[in-house]
């Protein structure tokens, strides 16, 4: 792969879920067993891509914290008024 197609790679970059991050990887590593130019920048690529993941996973927790508020707000008062 030549520097305009892996510049033309990494513009088009989506990075919408940890699969996606996965794929990622994948093609980084392939491209450095067949010895193509990713390798020198695989090391920054793995690294901005273990940031994105930690920060995926942050928002996904809480998103479920929020999630699991909302439940105990409504099951909490339900609750309460079943007491009743």
């Known amino acids: 792969m030549d520097e305009q197609q892996t510049e033309s790679k ?7 879920t940890p699969g ?5 990887i994948c093609d980084v590593l392939s491209e450095i067993r067949d010895g ?3 390798a ?3 090391g920054k690529i ?8 930690k920060c ?7 998103d479920i914290e929020k999630r699991l508020e909302a439940l105990e707000k ?3 008062a339900e609750a309460k008024n079943d007491n009743h």
Do not use: P
């Open 10 to 16: 990494i513009n088009g970059l989506k990075l919408e």
């Open 20 to 24: 996606d991050a996965r794929d990622l």
């Open 36 to 38: 193509e130019t990713m």
């Open 40 to 42: 020198e920048h695989a």
């Open 46 to 53: 793995c690294n901005l891509l273990q940031v994105w993941l």
């Open 56 to 62: 995926y996973q942050i928002e996904q927790i809480s």
């Open 74 to 76: 409504r099951f909490g």
